[in-house]
């Protein structure tokens, strides 16, 4: 039900967040009272018909290079599947003209991909800050690429130091979600990026003794894996990976035990071994372990990553998010290789659901962890 108009002067508001994964479209809101106290109100997901996003493009096709049936209907490409999949998610839930949408898109490296870093940039007396910060930006790869669009945070001020997280996005990149969701009708309040999502997600719902431990968030998702990192109770840095992903299991139980992805997918949703039926426990237990040494030098890389960082402290937790967070014996095997502490996000465990969204017996891992990014975004009140 919308908010009427005394609630929104009262200071109620709700906020739509909307995470666009290469598997799902994840879909929460989120009920802002005017304390400040936050319930989640809607949850629900959407799977993306395959090939539709790769590397966080939305595959498009001229029309001219699309086939037609005997009847003469053009055949659908990557916008067009992901735009209808959109909409049946779109069909459920009845979005207010008042109410705040944020999406983020799943953007890794390379082609499409987010890059973000922290500068030190010497800032003189009386100087233009925002020039100075955006020139010093541009002056560096890869922030130096004239196809990017720019954005920054200032993290702290010094004398004349200005530490900076700067922030860039291929504009074709950019455009091509934008043009989705206007055609979609969907007015965004803003497009932001899974892994902050993520991290939004448990920085909003961890205690503060949680927040105070330097922590690394690892988003491992169907086709890519982020890294976020989490020091002094606030956002430190990103890092996105080339490889390491849900697939790199799939593939490598199907290449040498002829399972099937939705056979794997089962087995990441329900964290149990048993769903696979036919081969015996050891046997699926050894393939994997050897799909867990891939992301495991990935996870490795993103620690490296934020080791040689100036101002870095540390790890003393590592948190796993996204369908990697419930895939059997993963955060056993993290823990043991790298000798910290390792769990799930899980933020389902700490934030009010009304009802509807889950039952006497609270949400799944599996699926509070599906649905962190999308609620780090709802937990946003503009």
Request: hydrophobic residues 40%; glycine residues 8%; proline residues 2%.
């Amino acid at each position: 039900m919308a908010l009427g108009l005394i609630a929104r002067i009262r200071g109620e508001r709700e906020t739509v967040g909307i995470d666009v994964g290469h598997y799902s479209i994840k879909y929460v809101k989120v009920y802002h009272d005017a304390n400040g106290k936050r319930i989640v109100r809607e949850v629900d997901l959407e799977p993306v018909p395959a090939g539709s996003i790769i590397n966080g493009l939305i595959q498009r096709r001229d029309s001219d290079d699309l086939a037609s049936d005997n009847g003469g209907k053009k055949e659908k490409d990557g916008f067009d599947k992901l735009g209808e999949a959109f909409s049946k998610l779109m069909l459920r839930h009845q979005i207010d003209e008042n109410v705040d949408i944020v999406a983020s898109v799943n953007c890794g490296a390379g082609e499409g991909g987010v890059l973000v870093d922290r500068l030190s940039v010497k800032v003189p007396k009386n100087g233009n800050e925002d020039a100075i910060i955006v020139q010093t930006a541009q002056s560096r790869p890869p922030f130096d690429d004239q196809d990017n669009v720019l954005d920054y945070e200032v993290v702290s001020r010094e004398g004349d130091e200005v530490k900076v997280n700067v922030v860039a996005a291929k504009s074709a990149m950019l455009d091509s979600w934008a043009q989705f969701f206007t055609r979609k009708g969907i007015k965004l309040s803003a497009l932001d990026v899974d892994i902050f999502g993520l991290i939004n997600s448990f920085v909003m719902t961890a205690s503060e003794e949680e927040r105070k431990k330097t922590t690394a968030i690892f988003n491992i998702g169907d086709n890519k894996m982020s890294a976020g990192f989490v020091q002094d109770g606030a956002f430190h840095s990103v890092r996105s990976m080339n490889g390491g992903s849900l697939n790199v299991i799939i593939n490598k139980l199907s290449s040498s035990l002829d399972i099937s992805a939705e056979k794997c997918h089962e087995m990441f949703e329900k964290n149990d071994l048993k769903v696979i039926d036919n081969v015996a426990i050891s046997v699926l237990e050894d393939a994997m372990n050897v799909a867990f040494e891939e992301l495991m030098s990935q996870i490795t890389f993103g620690m490296r990553y934020h080791s040689s960082a100036e101002d870095s402290r540390p790890l003393e937790r590592i948190l796993i998010g996204g369908g990697g967070a419930a895939v059997p014996g993963l955060l056993q095997y993290i823990a043991e290789k790298t000798g910290i502490e390792t769990a799930t996000v899980n933020p389902f465990r700490s934030v009010e659901c009304d009802s509807s969204v889950v039952d006497k017996e609270g949400m799944s891992v599996a699926l509070s962890n599906i649905y962190a990014p999308a609620l780090g975004l709802a937990m946003r009140k503009f």
